[in-house]
């Protein structure tokens, strides 16, 4: 008895197409293509937008502007809590994308009345608090801490509170520790740019003395 071949009995439609097969792979290397692609644009646009801290900038926050809702929780015009404040930075294009988030706030890090630290972005994402030193750490105390803009102290938190200062003093030998940051790279705003932030009535000197 004659052997048939072990394919004889297949029709022909139910033969795989070489056009078929040569089709599915090309779709397979597009999408392929595609995630590397996609990846090597997230690694270049967070690459472009990574720091290694240099130093620290100490910012007060001051007041948020009439035209923008102050949140939940507010000391008069100053917001105390962190998405009225990433809000407004967001209206204020601030944001940045870094590995695969947006994050609007320009500081690194937010304290609280009440003595709460809030991270704002990355320690290693550039910031948007201060031109031409973004590669420093960027951290606000909520307040008005200057005598010409809160005279008063109505609107604002018109000093740094206690538990405000134990924070930043903690937080600022740590983040020295950590990146071996000297005494010479910490700022006021107020002393690489043309404003009054954070304040006169800002304990610098006192500050300086307690992170050494």
């Known amino acids: ?54 130093g620290i900038v100490i910012h007060h926050s001051s007041v948020m502007p009439a035209i923008i809702p102050p ?12 998405g009225a404040w990433d809000e407004f930075h967001r209206i204020r294009g601030f944001g940045v994308f870094y590995w695969g988030h947006f994050y609007h706030l320009g500081y690194h890090y937010m304290i609280f009345p009440d003595g709460t630290v809030k991270p704002g972005r ?40 206690a538990e405000q200062m134990r924070a930043l003093v903690s937080l600022s030998r740590q983040l020295r520790h950590r990146y071996s940051i000297p005494m010479s790279h910490i700022f006021r705003h107020s002393d690489i740019a043309r404003t009054l932030c954070p304040g006169d009535r800002f304990p610098y000197g006192e500050f300086l003395r307690q992170i050494q």
């Open 1 to 54: 008895m004659p052997i048939l071949p072990a394919n004889r009995g297949l029709s022909t439609a139910s033969r795989p197409k070489a056009q078929d097969l040569s089709s599915n792979a090309i779709a397979r290397l597009a999408i392929a293509g595609l995630l590397v692609a996609g990846f090597v644009i997230l690694w270049a646009i967070s690459y472009g937008n990574s720091i290694t801290p240099q």
């Open 122 to 161: 990355p320690e290693h994402c550039v910031g948007a608090h201060a031109k031409g030193f973004n590669s420093y750490l960027g951290i606000v105390l909520v307040g008005d801490f200057s005598s010409k803009s809160n005279p008063t102290g109505d609107e604002a938190l018109a000093r740094p509170t």
């Open 71 to 82: 949140g939940a929780q507010a000391y008069g015009r100053t917001p105390s809590d962190l």
